[in-house]
């Protein structure tokens, strides 16, 4: 069975902190995503990566890079974090194009 | 680009009865349609999916119908159960797109 795992469950920063979400998936998945969920707006992409070292803008990039340095991992990053991207981040990974999203647990962030 | 509009956004039936989610899409070349349940504090995982060659797929209580002509989709549940309460979220893709673009999510509540 696919595992996503995220590294966090909950976390609570301050406004302007550098933030790291960590994402790991252990079946050699290609593709590796980030989305925001909030309550109303369903899923929305904020990065994806196709390939090591490879990485697409979504739909909702502003205030967030990534790094995918190995196959296995995915970093969403909050350069300076805002009470705006309080959210629920999920992380999920997918074989292919046109595949299933396997989703990790999710990280609900508080920027206070 | 692409939209997908998901309705209704709230859906109480009676546990035994049947409910239906319907999703409409835009673009015509969207030929790859999941559907995912997300139960409170959970991850979304997928519970059907539907490629463009096929009008119809069903796995026991659940099926999902596909009207190319109109552009829309539709998840049906027989025979609710209350573990059958949670977000379904419909998507719609290209496969030649990593994108997934989702529907903004239906409460499905079953009352006893």
């Known amino acids: 069975d696919v595992k996503v795992t995220q590294s966090s469950r909950y976390l609570v920063k301050r406004t302007g902190e550098k933030v790291f979400l960590e994402c790991v998936q252990d079946?050699?998945?290609?593709?590796m995503f980030w989305y925001r969920q909030d309550p109303g707006l369903g899923l929305r992409l904020i990065y994806f990566?196709?390939?090591?070292?490879?990485?697409e803008k979504g739909d909702i990039p502003e205030g967030y890079s990534v790094s995918r340095e190995k196959k296995e991992r995915f970093s969403l990053i909050l350069e300076s974090a805002s009470t705006n991207q309080t959210s629920m981040y999920l992380c999920?990974?997918?074989?292919?194009?046109?595949?299933?999203?396997?989703f990790g647990n999710g990280t609900r962030l508080t920027v206070t | 680009g692409e939209n997908v509009e998901q309705h209704p956004s709230t859906l109480s039936v009676q546990e035994g009865d049947s409910a239906v989610i319907k999703c409409t899409y835009s673009?015509?070349?969207?030929?790859?349609f999941p559907w995912y349940k997300q139960e409170l504090g959970k991850r979304p995982q997928l519970i059907i999916d539907i490629r463009s060659n096929v009008g119809e797929k069903k796995d026991q209580r659940i099926a999902v119908t596909l009207n190319k002509t109109a552009k829309h989709f539709s998840l049906h549940i027989t025979e609710t159960q209350p573990e059958d309460s949670a977000v379904y979220f419909c998507?719609?893709?290209?496969?030649?797109?990593?994108?997934?673009?989702w529907g903004a999510g239906t409460k499905l509540i079953i009352k006893p």
């Open positions: 673009d015509s070349a969207s030929n790859y």
């Open positions: 999920a990974s997918s074989t292919g194009l046109g595949s299933p999203l396997h």
């Open positions: 998507a719609a893709s290209i496969d030649s797109n990593y994108q997934l673009i």
């Open positions: 990566s196709y390939d090591v070292k490879m990485k």
């Open positions: 079946m050699d998945h290609e593709n």
